[in-house]
């Protein structure tokens, strides 16, 4: 019997391959950061070829360079940052262009243009989403309409179209030889072209969009066998789990009863409550995403509050300023100061994503006055996370009628014991990080594990959850409110920015 599953976690800064043990214990990782490219400002875009040159090195890191056999390893699952839209040729494997980040902003105009006729919502009861340059579908439309040739390639089913997830597998089962061309549906259910209940492509949609429906990948379900790895790599492993990274914790975090809610804090931040097989569309500006579906069980849905910028401003503060050398000295800067000095940081730099959803929104820092201090900044930086989420939890309560009693937490910044304290502060309810903090990995391996037997159910994976930390709020109502108070007058002033 395999002593393993593997995850590739293909980030949006980097690739990771982890290798879990039955347990959920990380028994060794390899990961590569790739080149973030900003061509203008508002576009960021990565190279596909490198991000699949670092996968294959990183699997060859987590094998420790062949010391744990392939042999060893049941299924790998493959999670991805999610929206990221590649396109390539079937014969050649080469990419059109470079793919397109969720973050990128180059369709602004095409959201207007659309929104004009019927509003942002007008495609929110089949796809869940509002309008907005974060999704595949308009991002796949400005490559069909700019890149010579694609269009036309792409209706002779010569060129394909993929997030993370199908370009990897693609490449994975044989690529140019014969490569499987899928996704999952939480993958899917990101590009605002398939529908939510049938769970298939949306001909309403691939019309109004303007997409050949040859260049789309099947809509599988997240947890079955998809292929096999024909490379020396990881001979013969299957791939039996896709989930899109935010989704992927969710079932590392084991949310499987509908009113638990996770949020992973990395790049963006973004927290997801499960409803259950109901759907629910949103009317306080979150989006309504498919959680997860395991084999031919029903599928489950999630609402989702997605922030664009959490991590990606303690990074701004390291790169674009110099303020501190890594990420983790935030802290350090932020903890030498009781408070904000009445500075707030509203990071709208990819516009406002939920519950706002302002595209020309644009980043601001109020309430300066001479007494703030960098250190008052960097209190800002870490509060603007907190304060964003609080607005999402706010739109969630609402949206599902429920009241959270806690919230689990993972990714990067949980790192930040000053900003776990205040998220907990903020939201009120005890905030809970578990031991293992991998969990989009994790849970992509679960989906993986479960379709080929190395688990059995959920109640093998729910033994492995395990409490390393708990945030209780220590914080008086009025501090609150006033901190919020504070923070709702600056996002006011982000909005209307853009032209
Ligand atoms: N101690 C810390 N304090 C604040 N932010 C941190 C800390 N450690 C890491 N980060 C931030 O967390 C992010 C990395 O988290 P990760 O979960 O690896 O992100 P992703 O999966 O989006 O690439 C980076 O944006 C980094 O700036
Ligand atoms: O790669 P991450 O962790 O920044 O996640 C990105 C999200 O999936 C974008 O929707």
């Excluded at 061309?181 to 899917?188: G, L, Q, S």
């Excluded at 009317?283 to 029903?298: E, H, R």
Aim: net charge negative.
């Amino acid at each position: 019997m395999s002593k393993y599953v593997a995850a590739i976690d293909q980030g949006t800064t980097s690739t990771r391959c982890i290798i879990f043990d039955r347990q959920g214990n990380i028994i060794s990782v390899g990961q590569k950061e790739h080149q973030q490219i900003y061509p203008q400002p508002g576009w960021v875009e990565h190279n596909p070829d490198e991000i699949w040159k670092n996968t294959l090195e990183v699997i060859a890191g987590a094998r420790i360079n062949g010391s744990i056999a392939a042999s060893d390893i049941a299924a790998v699952g493959i999670t991805n940052q999610r929206e990221t839209t590649a396109v390539w040729n079937r014969r050649t494997g080469k990419p059109y262009y470079n793919a397109l980040v969720w973050q990128d902003t180059r369709t602004g105009d095409l959201v207007n243009q659309f929104a004009r006729e019927g509003g942002q919502d007008r495609f929110r009861a089949q796809t869940g989403l509002p309008l907005a340059t974060y999704f595949s579908g308009l991002k796949l439309k400005w490559l069909l309409d700019n890149v010579p040739g694609l269009r036309e390639d792409a209706e002779k089913g010569e060129a394909l179209f993929g997030t993370m997830d199908t370009f990897l597998i693609w490449h994975l089962t044989g690529g140019i030889h014969g490569g499987t061309h899928v996704t999952d549906v939480t993958n899917a259910s990101r590009t605002q072209l398939m529908n939510l209940q049938t769970l298939a492509w949306d001909p309403e949609m691939l019309a109004a969009f303007e997409i050949p429906r040859l260049m789309l990948p099947l809509i599988k379900s997240s947890s079955e066998v998809y292929g096999s790895v024909v490379l020396d790599v990881l001979p013969n492993v299957p791939i039996a789990g896709d989930l899109g990274d935010q989704h992927a914790a969710l079932v590392g975090q084991t949310c499987f009863e509908p009113g638990q809610a996770k949020n992973t804090y990395g790049t963006g931040c973004f927290m997801l409550l499960n409803t259950g097989t109901e759907m629910k569309v949103s009317t306080q500006g979150l989006l309504t995403t498919v959680a997860y579906k395991f084999g031919n069980d029903p599928v489950n849905y999630a609402l989702e509050g997605s922030v664009a910028i959490s991590g990606a401003l303690v990074q701004w503060l390291r790169d674009n300023l110099g303020m501190i050398e890594k990420s983790s000295d935030v802290e350090t800067l932020a903890k030498s100061v009781e408070d904000n000095g009445g500075a707030y940081f509203v990071p709208a730099f990819s516009g406002l994503y939920a519950p706002y959803w302002k595209a020309d929104a644009r980043g601001v820092i109020a309430g300066l006055t001479r007494y703030v201090t960098k250190a008052h900044i960097a209190r800002a930086v870490l509060e603007a996370t907190a304060y964003q989420t609080l607005d999402v939890m706010k739109a969630m309560e609402k949206d599902a009628d429920i009241q959270l009693k806690s919230l689990r937490v993972d990714g990067g910044m949980v790192a930040n014991e000053t900003l776990m304290q205040f998220q907990a502060d903020m939201l009120d309810v005890p905030v809970v990080c578990p031991a293992v903090t991998e969990t989009t990995a994790l849970g992509a391996a679960y989906a993986a594990g479960l379709a080929v037997g190395y688990w059995k159910n959920f109640d093998d994976l729910r033994l492995n959850w395990g409490i390393a930390h708990t945030w209780d709020p220590k914080m008086g109502s009025t501090q609150r409110n006033k901190l919020h108070k504070g923070w709702l007058k600056a996002v006011e002033r982000s909005f209307g920015w853009e032209d």
